[in-house]
């Protein structure tokens, strides 16, 4: 999990409504989710059709995005730790992405984070660690200590 795996244009850095383009369907296709990690580039089909759909990416919806996670899983058990695991992961990108990005916005040095992302990312945590143990034996414990190490979030 290294926040600046991520290849994005940011430059000039966008303005209000002006999109940044991230090639990353993945993060919101989890049905392309190993294709698309492996090979970014569209899929070479004559009648593919590239389609950009507006996606946020702030503090509140990946929140909410991850609420919407716990509701639809209840809690961290064998049975779904692998599929809740990959849905955060996704959850977790898009934090890399809005850490990257403030941090240019900051003019932050190469590999310090964001105050934006850190406080994200204690928050997440704190939602992480509200799920029901249901006797996963490694989500979202790993995940946890990966963000807290990365992001200088203290217990």
């Keep these: 999990m290294n926040s600046r795996h991520h290849d994005l244009d940011i430059h000039p850095i966008p303005e209000d409504k002006n999109p ?3 090639n990353e369907p993945w993060l919101i ?3 392309q989710a190993v294709m698309d990690y492996v090979n970014k580039a569209p899929e070479p ?3 593919n059709i590239r389609i950009y759909i507006p996606f946020d ?3 509140s919806a990946i929140i909410r995005r991850l609420f919407d996670l716990i509701d639809r899983y209840v809690e ?6 692998f599929n809740f695991s990959s849905d955060v992961d996704a959850l977790v990108s898009q934090i890399e992405i809005y850490d990257q990005v403030w941090s240019v916005k900051h003019m ?3 590999g310090s984070r964001s105050k934006e992302a850190i406080e994200l990312v204690e928050e997440f945590i704190e939602r992480l660690e509200e799920i029901p143990d249901g006797g996963a034996e490694l989500f979202p414990f790993e995940l946890i200590e ?3 190490e990365q992001y200088f979030v203290i217990k």
């Design 45 to 47: 089909a004559e009648d």
């Design 29 to 31: 296709d989890q049905s």
């Design 146 to 148: 990966k963000l807290r």
């Design 108 to 110: 932050q040095e190469e």
């Design 57 to 59: 990416i702030n503090k």
């Design 76 to 81: 961290a058990n064998e049975d779904n730790e």
């Design 20 to 22: 940044l383009f991230v």
